[in-house]
């Protein structure tokens, strides 16, 4: 007896993301099909829940019974580009063997991009015309500029045009940012210099920083501005011409108080709270789940090192004696202020190339006795309060400190043979400013 053909299975196996169906649906006959006066939304595949049945399918009752083949549907034609035509062609119909185009069936269920209609984009405002959400802070605060080392000033990064975040003007205790055309550079600023003029600009700040080292650490504002600062400008531009460096003109001497002042600012403060909460472990224990621990904590530790004088000494030498003025942290500053990769570094000059002058470890010390008495003090960066006059003080104590060690049999050669060794650091080792 011969028994009924099945009707193949459809092969899914070779497409991703389809599932086979458990009920086939029949193909509609092409005397239903509907026909172009319809309507679209007549036209769009209506979404049906498990209780409803697709409109022209048959029903369970309706199936052909048990052992009787099942009617042959038409084989699926090539996609048409007629959308009636397009809806009929359901996802689950699919053969093996036969092409279909898959944007096609992707854009059944899934409509086509469209673009924007022209009354939403009439409603969106256009982007020049928006208004700032905040206001802008054009007249930054003027700052106060009493001492060269008095970091309330120094607003100047370590890069060729000088305009880093201490140099944006503030509104609301957040950095505003410079758009263009809002606010003008200041002529304060190296960044409102052309290229060789801050050339020349950059030199000058770094024999102004030579000065403050190895002579005269606390200079005051309104003496140095006519002053100090005025012949190290002068001997630079003297400098240029001898070299047969031109500048661009129409600024000099229109700015030469405004390059006075621009000489007198220094970033020691920067670079030293760049190091101090690393090299010193200023950070509170993981123990410490409360503000107050973790102040505590943090103030408890900056105490010790001051009172101990831990922060001066390094590891023992090999008498198992600590060595004076020779923490990683001194070392550390000391290099990424002197002997960095910069314009403005001192390794440039004789003073620094062969050992590390007393007055600028004691600067550098002084300096880093000054922000940690403000951490044992609030426990946190108040770096904004240091005050020239506690750094002045602390200079000169360091500063005899200094002399004590270096009177000494043992202490004094081997902080000399440091300081040596601490200048062929720098000069033979790059130092990059982060």
Not at 79 to 97: D, N, T
Not at 185 to 195: D, K, N
Request: glycine share 6%; charged share 25%.
């Amino acid at each position: 007896m011969i028994q009924p053909m099945q009707a193949p299975a459809p092969n899914f196996s070779m497409l991703s993301g389809f599932q086979q169906p458990t009920i086939r649906p029949l193909r509609v006959p092409v005397s239903q099909k509907p026909t172009s006066t319809l309507s679209n939304q007549q036209l769009v595949p209506q979404k049906r829940g498990f209780s409803q049945v697709a409109p022209h399918a048959p029903s369970l009752q309706s199936r052909a019974p048990v052992g009787h083949p099942p009617p042959e549907s038409p084989p699926l034609s090539p996609p048409s580009h007629s959308r009636s035509e397009r809806l009929l062609h359901r996802v689950g119909e699919e053969r093996a063997g036969i092409s279909y185009d898959l944007l096609e069936r992707h854009h059944i269920t899934n409509s086509r991009r469209r673009s924007p209609s022209m009354n939403y984009l009439a409603g969106v405002p256009d982007v020049q015309s928006r208004q700032p959400s905040k206001k802008q802070c054009l007249d930054p605060p003027a700052q106060r500029e009493d001492s060269m080392v008095d970091e309330g000033k120094d607003g100047e990064a370590d890069d060729p045009k000088g305009d880093s975040a201490e140099d944006q003007p503030r509104c609301g205790g957040r950095f505003s940012k410079n758009m263009k055309g809002t606010i003008p550079v200041r002529p304060t600023l190296i960044a409102y210099y052309p290229p060789q003029w801050a050339k020349l600009l950059n030199l000058a700040k770094a024999r102004m920083r030579l000065y403050v080292a190895v002579e005269d650490a606390f200079p005051r504002l309104e003496d140095a501005v006519g002053g100090q600062c005025r012949e190290v400008l002068m001997e630079v531009i003297a400098h240029f011409e001898a070299q047969g460096w031109e500048v661009e003109a129409g600024y000099y001497p229109t700015h030469k108080l405004d390059m006075c002042r621009l000489t007198f600012r220094s970033d020691l403060k920067k670079v030293v709270m760049k190091s101090l909460r690393a090299d010193y472990e200023l950070y509170p224990p993981s123990t410490a789940k409360m503000e107050e621990e973790r102040i505590a904590a943090v103030k408890k530790k900056a105490d010790d090192l001051l009172s101990t004088g831990k922060y001066l000494r390094g590891e023992p030498d090999n008498q198992g004696i600590a060595s004076n003025f020779a923490h990683r942290a001194l070392k550390n500053i000391t290099l990424a202020f002197y002997y960095a990769n910069t314009s403005k570094c001192l390794h440039q000059f004789l003073e620094f190339q062969e050992y590390v002058p007393y007055k600028a470890l004691a600067l550098v010390t002084a300096m880093v006795h000054a922000l940690l008495s403000l951490f044992r003090k609030h426990g946190i960066d108040k770096s904004a309060q240091v005050n020239s006059q506690d750094i002045e003080e602390g200079y000169i104590a360091l500063n005899e400190a200094i002399s004590n060690v270096l009177n000494h049999p043992h202490h004094g050669p081997k902080l000399n043979a440091m300081l040596v060794d601490w200048a062929q650091t720098g000069m033979y080792v790059l130092i990059r400013m982060d």
